[in-house]
T-cell receptor, first 115, second 114 residues
Framework: NAGVTQTPKFQVLKTGQSMTLQCAQDMNHEYMSWYRQDPGMGLRLIHYSVGAGITDQGEVPNGYNVSRSTTEDFPLRLLSAAPSQTSVYFCASSYSFVRLQETQYFGPGTRLLVL | DQQVKQNSPSLSVQEGRISILNCDYT??????FLWYKKYPAEGPTFLISISSIKDKNEDGRFTVFLNKSAKHLSLHIVPSQPGDSAVYFCAASAVGGGSEKLVFGKGTKLTVNP
C-alpha cells in the first residue's frame, strides 16, 4: 500500500492563478480530509468527505473547493490563489467516518507559495 | 476561539529524562483525544489516543493522562530519546454532530538533547 499520496510536493503560484492539489489513498478509507498548517496555527480543517459524493466544510473553507467522485481521490481546488493561501497542505484519510477512533493517516504534504 | 490549547510552543529535555507535554480543552463535548507526532517535511503520524471513559492509556514509553474535570490531558515520554524530537499535536473529537472532525492544538516542539 502506498498509503496517502499527495502531488505536487511543492508549488509556486501567482496571485489569481488556479490549481488543484491532488490526494489519493489506496486503503479503501471512507473518510478523507484536507488541512492547512501555518506557523503558530497548528492544523486547521479545510474540507472533509465522509464518502464518495459527500463533502462538507471545515474550519477554514473559503477559497477552496473539493469533490469526491471516487473513494480513492479527494482533490483540493484553489480557484483564484491569494497570498494568504501560502501554507503547507496535508491530506488525510481514515477508515471510519462515524468516529475518528480509527486514526487518520496523513500524506507528506504540499508546500504552496502564492506570490 | 481555540478549543484545544497547547500553551507551550516548545520544550527542551535531556535524553533519558521525562518529557511532559500538556494540552487543555474547552469543549466539554470532546470525548476522544489523540496525540500526533510530526517531523519536519513529513505529515503527522498517530502516536497514542485516549477515550474519555479512561484516565490513562499507555503504549511503551508513551503514556497519556486525561483529567476530565480539569479538561486537561498530558503526554508523558519516558525515557526521552533524541529521536523523539518533533512537533507534537494534541487533537480532540466530539460526540454527535461534528464527530467526524478533529480539532488540533497548535503543537509543541519537543527537543531532546543527547
Amino acid at each position: 500500500n502506498a498509503g496517502v499520496t499527495q502531488t505536487p510536493k511543492f508549488q509556486v503560484l501567482k496571485t489569481g492563478q488556479s490549481m488543484t492539489l491532488q490526494c489519493a489513498q489506496d486503503m479503501n478509507h471512507e473518510y478523507m480530509s484536507w488541512y492547512r498548517q501555518d506557523p503558530g496555527m497548528g492544523l486547521r480543517l479545510i474540507h472533509y468527505s465522509v464518502g464518495a459524493g459527500i463533502t462538507d466544510q471545515g474550519e477554514v473553507p473559503n477559497g477552496y473547493n473539493v469533490s469526491r467522485s471516487t473513494t480513492e481521490d479527494f482533490p483540493l481546488r484553489l480557484l483564484s490563489a491569494a497570498p494568504s493561501q501560502t501554507s503547507v497542505y496535508f491530506c488525510a484519510s481514515s477508515y471510519s467516518f462515524v468516529r475518528l477512533q480509527e486514526t487518520q493517516y496523513f500524506g507528506p504534504g504540499t508546500r504552496l507559495l502564492v506570490l | 476561539d481555540q478549543q484545544v490549547k497547547q500553551n507551550s510552543p516548545s520544550l527542551s529535555v535531556q535524553e533519558g529524562r521525562i518529557s511532559i507535554l500538556n494540552c487543555d480543552y474547552t469543549n466539554s463535548m470532546f470525548d476522544y483525544f489523540l496525540w500526533y507526532k510530526k517531523y519536519p517535511a513529513e505529515g503527522p503520524t498517530f502516536l497514542i489516543s485516549i477515550s474519555s471513559i479512561k484516565d490513562k492509556n499507555e503504549d511503551g514509553r508513551f503514556t497519556v493522562f486525561l483529567n476530565k474535570s480539569a479538561k486537561h490531558l498530558s503526554l508523558h515520554i519516558v525515557p526521552s530519546q533524541p529521536g523523539d524530537s518533533a512537533v507534537y499535536f494534541c487533537a480532540a473529537s466530539a460526540v454527535g454532530g461534528g464527530s467526524e472532525k478533529l480539532v488540533f492544538g497548535k503543537g509543541t516542539k519537543l527537543t531532546v538533547n543527547p
